[in-house]
Each structure stands twice: as C-alpha cells, then as structure tokens.
C-alpha cells in the first residue's frame, strides 16, 4: 500500500490581495522549464500559483516575436502570475498594462533577484537591489495601474556586504506589494552556499503582507523546516521540480507511485508535443525525459540513446516502452 503523502502541517491557507493560496508549495518561475505544460502539470500536482518564466517587458513594447509564448496559459493553470523583468521603470508599466489588456493575469510578480549576467548588466533582476529609488517607482507605479495584486521577489541583497532584504521588503510592503518572495541567498551567492533561513524568518517578522519563502528545498522535510524555522506563509520549489513534479503533492523522490507517475509524465509529454508542437515539443521535454529515465533502471548509454532520438514519434514510442516497464522502475520505499 502507498504512504499517504504528508504535506507541511504548519501551512495556513492565506491571500495574496484577492487571489486565495490554498497550498502549501508553489512552483518557482523559472526560464526555459516553467513553460504553460509544466506549469499545468505541477499545478495539477498541487501547486497553489502557476508563475510565468520571466518575461522580458523590452520585448513586449518593441513588439517581439516570441515572448507570447511565455504569456499562453491554460484556464486550469489559474491563479496565474505573470513576472515580468526590467531596468526601466515607464518600460515595466507599459509593458504591464499590454500584458493585463490582453492576457488577464491574476498577479503580476517583478524579477528582483536574477543573478544572470545578461540580465543584471542591463540593470534588472538582482541589480534593482542595488537601486531602491527604481523598486518604489516599481512598486508604486504598478499598485496605482493596477487593480490585481503586485507583487516581488527578491534575494537577501547583492552581497554579503550590502544585504538589503529589510529594506527592500519595507519599500514592497509601503508602497502597496501584496506579498513577497525571498530566494534567501545574495545575488554573489548565486545557488551555492546554504539558505539564510534566519534572515527570511527575520523578514517574515517584519512584514505584514505574505512572506514566500524560496531556495534549496529538495524533499517535503526541507520544506517543513523551512515553515517552522521561519513561519513563511508558503515554500517555492525550483529545481527540485524538475526531477520531482510530485513533490508538489507530497511525495518525496523515489517515494512516487509507479501509476502516478506513469500517468502524469504521459500526460506532460502529450501537452509538450500540443504546445510546442511535435518536434520542438519532444527536444523541449528531453531535459526532463533524462531526468524521468534516471528514475528506472538503465544505463546512461540507454537513456542518452532514448532521448537524442529525432523523430517525434520514434522517440515518443522509445519513450513509452522504457517507463512502461514497471519492473525496472525505482522506488525505494517497495
Ligand atoms: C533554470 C532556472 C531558471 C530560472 N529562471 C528564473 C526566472 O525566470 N525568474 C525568477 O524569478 N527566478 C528564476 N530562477 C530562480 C528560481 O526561481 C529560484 O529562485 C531558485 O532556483 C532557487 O530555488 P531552488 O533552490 O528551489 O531551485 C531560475 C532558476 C533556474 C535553476
């Protein structure tokens, strides 16, 4: 018989501005994996919010092919968070009221804390910590467009000498934010090093709106003890998704039933190969696919063979017969 899924007991159901969180985890936007079938999946699995990957608003005023894709959701996807990054504040909000216009967004979240190179040389993501006067114009421009809840997400500042998580979380909260997310990390940290659970829990303290808390939670454990140690009002998951979707109902990596399992990759490759159309849909999916045959008991020649087979159909049948093969499947708790 399957353990029952335990999902953190010290989550309280709470808003977001008019937008109720009914669940515990949240999958965390990001670029090139949070696309509308993973969002859809994981959704499906239990996460309360479905966030874009972060849409780049210098594209949506120039009028760019390709952006749109990362606004398509599906309805079930609901509530819907558009995040959206820039250096410059009148860009953002015009680029925001485009977005709303078309696309009714249920939240709209700002990029404050991406640490990649082409995205803080120009003055965006983590390097808006470093200018609080943009954050307020931000954040107020945003709330006075608006009728849907703002909201930001952040790190706990550039480097360990200039942390300005506080600050910048009083700015979110004065100028009208509804919630903020902390990836408890400076932007030097990028992903290494531990997360900083004693500054989210201090920022938790300080703050009324939502606290979302964010960084390095790979198993249900690491969630809980992120809940109690800081008292976040809910936990987002990033990398540990892509290798356990399921962690979103509260099933731990090798604890996932094998027909749950079965069922949801299915289910995820279809809605690939539906939205990004056959081919680029099963190259999309391959990062995923090898972490999918890394749960079954193969050998990496195999996998590297399944998954850089071109032709859609080709790999989509290779694909099917290896995880039908419920015997070679590796749950450890069996
Ligand atoms: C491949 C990748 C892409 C990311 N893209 C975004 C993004 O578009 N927007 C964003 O706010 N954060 C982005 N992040 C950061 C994550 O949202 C999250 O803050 C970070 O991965 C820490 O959480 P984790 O330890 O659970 O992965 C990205 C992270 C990864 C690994």
Same mark, same amino acid.
């Given at each position: 018989?399957?353990?029952? %899924?335990?999902?953190? %007991? ?20 990001? $670029? ?15 996460? #309360?919010?479905?966030? &874009? ?21 599906? +309805?079930? +996807? ?7 990054? $820039? ?6 909000? =015009? ?8 696309? =009714? ?18 003055? #965006? ?11 307020? $114009? ?47 990390? &400076? ?46 009002? #809910? ?5 540990? #998704? ?16 094998? %027909? ?19 081919? =680029? ?8 696919? =090898? ?9 990496? +020649? ?30 450890? $708790?069996?």
């Amino acid at each position: 018989m399957d353990r029952l %899924p335990l999902i953190s %007991p010290a989550f309280q159901p709470f808003s977001i501005g008019n937008t109720n969180v009914e669940k515990p985890y949240i999958l965390a936007p990001m $670029d090139g994996i949070s696309d509308s079938p993973f969002r859809l999946l994981t959704r499906e699995l239990g996460s #309360a919010l479905s966030y &874009t990957e972060f849409i780049n608003t210098m594209d949506v005023v120039s009028h760019s092919v390709g952006y749109e894709k990362r606004c398509v959701f599906f +309805e079930a +996807e609901r509530p819907v968070v558009f995040q959206l990054f $820039d250096d410059d504040p009148s860009r953002l909000l =015009k680029a925001s009221r485009i977005l709303y216009a078309r696309w =009714k967004p249920d939240i709209i979240d700002v990029n404050m804390g991406c640490s990649v190179r082409h995205v803080v040389n120009r003055g #965006a993501g983590a390097e808006l910590l470093r200018h609080p006067q943009k954050i307020i $114009d931000i954040v107020d421009g945003l709330v006075k467009i608006h009728s849907i809840p703002i909201t930001i997400k952040i790190r706990l500042g550039w480097d360990a000498l200039s942390k300005n998580f506080l600050e910048v979380g009083k700015i979110a909260q004065d100028y009208g934010a509804s919630a903020i997310t902390l990836h408890a990390r &400076t932007k030097e940290q990028c992903f290494t090093d531990p997360v900083d659970l004693e500054s989210l829990a201090l920022l938790k303290q300080s703050l009324q709106i939502p606290v979302i808390g964010n960084g390095n939670i790979k198993s249900i454990k690491d969630a809980n003890q992120m809940f109690e140690i800081t008292k976040c009002d #809910a936990v987002m998951i990033g990398r540990a #998704a892509t290798w356990n979707p399921w962690i979103f109902s509260g099933y731990d990596e090798n604890q996932v039933p094998y %027909p749950l399992f079965f069922v949801s990759v299915k289910k995820h490759l279809e809605s690939m190969k539906q939205f990004h159309g056959p081919e =680029k849909g099963c190259i999309v999916f391959r990062k995923f696919a =090898k972490k999918y045959l890394q749960k079954f008991f193969l050998t990496t +020649e195999k996998i590297t063979e399944a998954i850089t087979i071109e032709d859609p159909d080709q790999f989509s049948e290779m694909f099917f017969h290896l995880i039908g093969n419920k015997n070679l499947y590796l749950k450890h $708790d069996e």
